[in-house]
């Protein structure tokens, strides 16, 4: 297959765009859940996929001093212990840190929100070290999708970013299904549209907030296990930017609507791979900032949302 | 066997105990368990097993003492928890550790000792009522603390520079008082402001030569526009929209300062910025360049370099004080009166005929000005700015004072500022755990009193006769 370099360049930005894109999107779901369903931006979110790298990180290391070597069951053990322990911290930060504001003034629980994600961030640099951590890449090799012999450009495609798309893509399908056809999704959805008519019904209110800051934890937990396979650097100040990237994603996809943060993420992702590929590098974070402002000033219901109409 | 009334006041204690415990141990395991380390073969694992362990046992015995004083025990528990508390500092081999269990102690015996004694509990629960008298008289006796401070023999350079950097912290907080308490707005990007002005004072004295005084009403200026353009499309948005927006204009211009390199110096920042001068008739040096004059020989006095630290000093008061003015004013002008209309009820007010955009934007470019005066002050007193000092944290930090001490409270903007800035500047030792223990204090006062320590806030206008 013939590409021209322009054309090659373009599709080597696709795929790096899509990889990251599904990583957003797996971060956005989580808030886009909780605003969806108690109406307030999680904003510890970020901190808790900045947990999830770490604790993938740890499990990573501790697998590598044992001397395990089986890439596929690594890979499970990494993602069992990532998600499950970060779903105990999501848990627990709903618990401890919103539960209690549920009914408080609009801003209560942003503010406490903020609180736990500054908590996080220096708990995590006391505890863990304010040093940046490094692992061996892990799943190396790619396919070269079209060769770029004599100094020409090579579009290649890694087995790990490959891993990362059908992984995310089937997650999402899951939970899509999840959403659509459980009796849990059932509540979930039932909670987003009335709090109060849903207790009415006989829904354990507190159990499927509980349980949403649980899912939303976990698709964290996977975001960050796999950020930390990609780029195999990680500190504890990167939940800050991805929290915000995500954020925007659900924005954009049209907050509290699922399949608005799915594509909210990828095209977040691909925004960002296209501006560093083709403007500024160095004003990625300013031109998805810009977006996030100019989305919530001209469509506030985002690209898949509904308006809210606000009831006097 | 057990009687009903044990089962109630130890059971249900001991199991909420043991969970809470159990929760600890899952979350703590392998974060603090479980540290990584660098080395020259990559990371490895440096177990901490005993400190996990330690956690998740100090929270069980904190959830269940707290459980067994709430079934109706708290003064024993209030006994224990005091005495633990007084002896874990001497008692513990890791300094540390003892400091964090007499805290939890503190924590315990507070509680139990609110549950021991309801009288004083229903008074506290209410927010802490200082008698009118004592409120009305503080800010006055504060104030007068405040100005003869630097003269007294008490105070040294390194308290003095703590004062003025509580002060910076202090009008800060007011200004941000403006949007968050008065037009009861979320700013998360408050810092921008701070950073425009900072930015407007270095490059406009080094460029042109202006003086801190020609200099400091451009920065504001400069403030105030750029408050009024982001802040023109954005007004429109629900509370939590505009609090995310704001954290992305403060964000984009940090970004900005480290990108545009030509004009800010990039992540190297601006150094020697020109110092002070006494209202531009003399300098604070030994030897004036030629042509300038002197401080000390302006008022005949030997040279001191404690001077010029004392002048800012005084500066940086009388520009808070003008900022609480500025607000203990305009709470009784229409426009005040506006911005708190809308805060509290934004239908009612614009169908009253309120124009909730302008009248916004008023409030929230004023506070941008305030917030570029504090950040050309910020300049001149360091000499040096760099994006560094204009990260998110710093509006966080300026939030988290507004929202500890009372949301619209002035007097509780002063005392946050001296907990959260002056007491760890104090006490170096707990410098890295300020950022730590000020998440939690955010989390547990939006808990506990969601609307701040000091919630003495009249409102500005009474109807008729309260009676």
């Given at each position: 297959m013939q590409v021209p370099p322009p054309m090659a360049y373009f599709l080597q930005q696709l795929i790096n765009g899509l990889v990251l894109g599904s990583i957003y999107g797996l971060i956005a779901i989580g808030y886009t859940m909780v605003y969806g369903i108690v109406?307030?931006?999680?904003?510890?979110h970020g901190e808790i996929y900045m947990l999830g790298a770490f604790l993938a990180l740890i499990a990573f290391v501790a697998l590598s001093a044992i001397g395990l070597s089986s890439v596929p069951i690594t890979l499970v053990i990494v993602l069992v212990v990532s998600v499950t322990f970060t779903a105990a911290w999501g848990w627990t930060v709903e618990r401890v840190a919103y539960r209690p504001l549920r009914?408080?003034?609009?801003l209560a629980p942003l503010i406490s929100a903020i609180g736990v994600s500054i908590f996080l961030q220096n708990f995590v640099q006391l505890t863990q070290g304010a040093r940046s951590k490094a692992i061996q890449p892990f799943l190396r090799g790619g396919v070269t999708l079209y060769g770029g012999g004599d100094g020409a450009f090579a579009v290649t495609v890694s087995w790990l970013q490959i891993f990362i798309v059908v992984f995310t893509t089937v997650l999402m399908i899951g939970f899509t299904l999840l959403i659509a056809r459980t009796s849990l999704g059932r509540a979930q959805r039932a909670c987003s549209q009335d709090l109060k008519m849903a207790s009415l019904l006989g829904i354990d209110v507190d159990k499927t907030i509980s349980t949403t800051f649980v899912i939303g934890a976990a698709l964290a937990a996977v975001a960050g296990m796999l950020v930390t396979l990609y780029y195999g650097v990680i500190d504890f100040f990167i939940g800050f930017l991805a929290g915000i990237k995500a954020f925007t994603a659900a924005v954009l996809g049209g907050i509290g609507s699922l399949p608005g943060a799915m594509l909210g993420g990828l095209l977040i992702g691909l925004i960002e791979a296209f501006w560093s590929g083709y403007a500024a590098a160095e004003y990625k974070d300013v031109a998805v900032y810009g977006i996030l402002v100019l989305v919530l000033t001209v469509?506030?219901?985002?690209?898949?949302g509904r308006p809210a109409i606000e009831k006097v | 066997m057990l009687t009903k009334a044990s089962r109630t006041t130890f059971l249900v204690p001991l199991r909420d105990g043991v969970l809470a415990g159990l929760v600890a141990l899952v979350l703590a395991f392998p974060i603090v368990g479980l540290p990584t380390s660098e080395t020259a073969h990559g990371l490895v694992l440096r177990p901490r097993i005993p400190e996990a362990i330690a956690f998740a046992v100090a929270v069980f015995l904190g959830r269940f003492a707290l459980g067994v004083a709430e079934a109706g025990k708290p003064r024993p528990i209030l006994l224990i928890a005091l005495l633990v508390a007084i002896a874990a500092p001497f008692a513990s081999a890791a300094p540390e550790f003892g400091a964090a269990l007499a805290i939890g102690g503190l924590f315990v015996a507070l509680r139990s000792a609110l549950l021991a004694f309801p009288g004083v509990a229903g008074r506290i629960s209410g927010?802490?009522?200082?008698p009118p008298v004592a409120i009305k008289r503080a800010p006055l006796v504060l104030l007068l603390l405040l100005v003869v401070l630097p003269l007294?023999?008490?105070?040294?350079r390194r308290l003095l520079d703590i004062a003025v950097l509580v002060l910076t912290y202090v009008m800060l907080g007011w200004g941000l008082n403006i949007t968050?308490?008065?037009?009861?707005l979320l700013d998360l990007g408050y810092v921008a402001f701070f950073a425009i002005g900072a930015y407007a004072y270095a490059l406009l004295s080094l460029t042109?030569?202006?003086?801190f005084w020609g200099a400091l009403p451009i920065a504001g200026l400069c403030a105030a526009a750029a408050g009024l353009i982001v802040g023109g499309p954005i007004l429109r948005l629900r509370g939590d929209y505009f609090a995310i927006v704001t954290l992305g204009f403060g964000e984009i211009v940090r970004l900005v300062a480290i990108n545009w390199s030509s004009l800010t110096?990039?992540?190297q920042g601006i150094a020697q910025i020109p110092r002070i001068s006494?209202?531009?008739?003399?300098?604070?040096?030994?030897t004036p360049d030629p042509g300038r004059r002197a401080f000390h020989e302006l008022f005949g006095i030997s040279f001191d370099p404690a001077h010029r630290q004392i002048f800012i000093f005084y500066v940086i008061l009388a520009l808070a004080l003008a900022v609480n003015a500025f607000i203990a004013r305009s709470r009784k002008l229409p426009l005040g009166r506006a911005w708190e209309a809308l805060r509290e009820d934004e239908i009612a007010a614009q169908s009253l005929g309120l124009n909730l955009q302008r009248i916004r934007l008023s409030a929230y470019a004023i506070a941008a000005a305030w917030g570029g005066f504090a950040g050309a002050f910020f300049a001149v007193r360091q000499g040096f700015i760099s994006p560094?000092?204009?990260?998110?944290l710093e509006s966080a930090v300026i939030l988290a004072i507004v929202v500890l001490g009372g949301v619209g409270s002035q007097l509780g903007v002063v005392l946050a500022a001296i907990v959260m800035i002056g007491v760890p500047e104090l006490v170096r030792q707990l410098a890295e755990y300020r950022m730590l223990a000020f998440g939690v204090a955010m989390v547990a006062i939006m808990v506990w009193r969601p609307s701040g320590l000091i919630s003495r806030r009249e409102p500005s206008i009474r109807l008729g006769d309260a009676t």
């Open positions: 109406g307030m931006i999680n904003f510890a009914n408080s003034p609009r469509r506030p219901q985002g690209l898949l | 927010g802490i009522r200082v007294t023999p008490v105070i040294d968050v308490g008065l037009a009861g042109a030569g202006l003086s110096g990039g992540s006494f209202f531009g008739l003399a300098d604070f040096t030994a560094e000092s204009f990260s998110f």
